[in-house]
């Protein structure tokens, strides 16, 4: 009898086991998505199924699409861009090409969509599905780094930690998956997913978007891509990645997703998923504080999305230290000296110096001022111990151009050159890793701030022309036309916005329709005269002090983009420093970028949205506005081409000439650094910064040598999967009434948190404006951030500078 109702108890339970199980992972609802809950790929696809392809949608997003994309300024030129880059894309027969495709569900003809934009390889540039799909990503558990290896072959991969260092993400993936994230630090990865770990990089690295340069992309690679894969513009990945670990068997590690809103069925997905669209009052309030906080800090969806996220998990704010205590950081000691190897070459091709253990120096890296408004400063304090003398590097580490406060950054920079006056300091590190740029004023300030030298004093700032569209002529008229438009000194439509190459100010918009034209992109357009934003050119270096070419290293991973590529670019230009990019191909002869995406200014749909919105405020309709999209996707893209700043009348050899078709705008031009060291641990200083000051005292080996790149044959297989299909089956058993149990325990906690409070769907545009250091940038031109509230920094400047 007792077996009777105990086998009675066990099938209730199990039964109810399953029903429980069912609700939890959405087989009744495959949309009931629970935010802060780790969800795996194939239940997102099954949600994802539940929104039928539609016609009518399609049409309507690519024919919006369509209109937008003849804004983008690159479209001309994406044709056919030759070399080096050799971009061949026809947005226009591209985007008609999905319009005439049917797809399998709703999400696929996004995809389609974001697969089109990725061949552009422009960060600036990206179709950003409706937000019911984009507030979604999926992890790999690990983020990863490589090491150069010993024996000249492929770098070692390793693996560098959680992909996030969150306790929330590492609890929850301990308990649903048993792995111990933190355990595996710098453990090495021979495969990936059965490929050799490196070539799997390699690969897979080719699609990386947001740079026109392979060995930008294999550094994002590293750094994002493998781990964080945001369903904004990438598809649903495997349910696994399967790592081969050193002294360890291969493992499959799920392939976890995150949901940044909770739905409570598929209709309520769908719902969000075809909102409508954007439109009412109610909208655009929304959509303001984003412009807002956009407009000091204009993320690509990329950062936005990588920002919001981590704003999502975790309560705690990031730390973006806004303290300057000096302090001492880190102490290292460093083996080092140069061996000069290989290389043939013409000066403007990268040099890899190989690096040698040598006792002669030690070193160590000291913050000087922690991270505060995107800088940091730290000092490399070398002895020689054969001497005992000791000299002084100064590493400037610049993270973004969008500071909170622009009167914060400038600050710290003075503070800053007072350090590096006072203290004599010999050497400086420009450090411009990761940055994904921010505003433009700002690039070019800081670059009359720290090379601003009689030869380098004109111009002071950029002068950009815009393309003439339509609804640009019909926003630039109407607004000088209307009194309140006219005299709105921060609309972009404003004259008073605007000043001409000689700082002189304008009463109409007559400099946008005195244009002429021009030939670029193959195309001949017309474009307006040279202008730029009224910016306060006020900041000036008052220790006087600017180093010698020979005295300064720029510092990039290739991801200086943006802003950061315009800066770069103009001390690449005139050889105002030499440059040292870490990571990239693993080849002796690769030629790496300093720079990725220049662009031009960027903007997105909602701009325009917006704008309309605005016009109308000041009662002015505009006809010639482009269609809103049916739900709340957004299309990201650059609007205003940008040349070298050497090229004072961006791009044209000679006003009066249409044929210019030799100069390429920025974007499409490679700008190699002069030397790179192969390390791809990309943000250990303690490695990178005594590599890179190397340099210094480099003196390139004229003699060519012929290098012969030995191509190493891997005959490296992936292992087998373990064979003690017993104990997989036992631990699966075991696993499976863990993650049973483990859902059991979510469903009800979630059932109690619903009855509490009802789920609400918090929306998109909450942005708050506060980017850590992001790469993928923009070109901004508000010059206007010094009214930038933030009070804390304000008034710790102000407190400081008593
Ligand atoms: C789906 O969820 C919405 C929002 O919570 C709710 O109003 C609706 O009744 C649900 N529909 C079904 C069929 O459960
Ligand atoms: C650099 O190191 C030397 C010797 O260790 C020390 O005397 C000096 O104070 C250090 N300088 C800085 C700026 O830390
Ligand atoms: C530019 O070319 C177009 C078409 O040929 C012409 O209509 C227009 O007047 C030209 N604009 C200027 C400023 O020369």
Known sequence: MQIVIGTFLSIVIISSLFSLVNCSIGLDDPCQITEKVLFKPAEISSCFDSLDYDQDRATKTIDTLQQIVSQYIFKDLSKDSGPPFNIQIDLDEELAQIAKTKYDNDFLMHQAINNVFKKLYDAHTMYHKPWCYSAMFFFKPFQIYAVQSPDGNDPIVKIKGPTLTDDWFIQQYKSAYGYDLNSYQDKVIKTIDSIPAWKHITEQSQDVWVSKDINARLNEYLFFDFHEIPLAYE?????????????????KFPIVGYSMFSYTNSSDFHKNCLKGVLSSTRDFKKNIIRENANS????????????????????????????????????????????????????TETEIVNIRENTMNSGELITILKKNYGISFKIYNETNLKSNSETLYGIIRIYNFAPDNVQGFKYQIEQIYDYLYQHNVEYLVIDLRNNGGGIIDLGYQLFYYIFGTEEYQDPKIGNYDFRHSDLHYEMFSKCALNEECLNEKDNFFSPKYWLDENEKGFDSNIWYFQGNNYTRGGNIHEYSSLVHDHVDLSWENTNELYYKPEKVIVLSDGRCGSTCAVFAAKILENKLAKTVTIGGKNDQNAQASAISFPGGEVEDNMFFLYQNYLFSSYGITLNTIYPNFYSDQQLTFAWREIYSMNNVDNGRKDKNSIKNEEILPLEFTFLPSDYRILNWDLENDDAIIPQTILYFNYVPTPT???????????????????????????????????????????????????????TTHKLIFDVDGENEDGFGFSLETSSDSFQDKNDDEQSSIDNESQ
């Open 296 to 347: 000091k800090n204009l993320l690509p969806p990329k950062r936005i999305l990588h920002e919001k996220l981590l704003t999502s998990l975790s309560t705690t704010k990031q730390q973006d230290d806004q303290e300057e205590i000096p302090e001492i950081q880190s102490k290292h000691s460093s083996k080092l000296a140069t061996e000069t190897k290989t290389k043939t070459g013409t000066e």
């Open 235 to 251: 598809n649903i990945p495997d349910e696994f990645v399967e790592l081969e670990i050193e002294n360890d068997k291969t493992i």
């Open 704 to 758: 060519p040598t012929p290098t012969t790149t030995h191509q190493t044959n891997q005959k490296e297989t992936a292992e087998p999967i373990s064979k003690h299909y017993y104990i997989l089956f036992i631990s699966g058993v075991l696993t499976t009434i863990l993650i049973l149990l483990l859902i059991i325990i979510v469903f009800v906690f979630k059932l109690r948190k619903q009855s509490k409070s009802k």
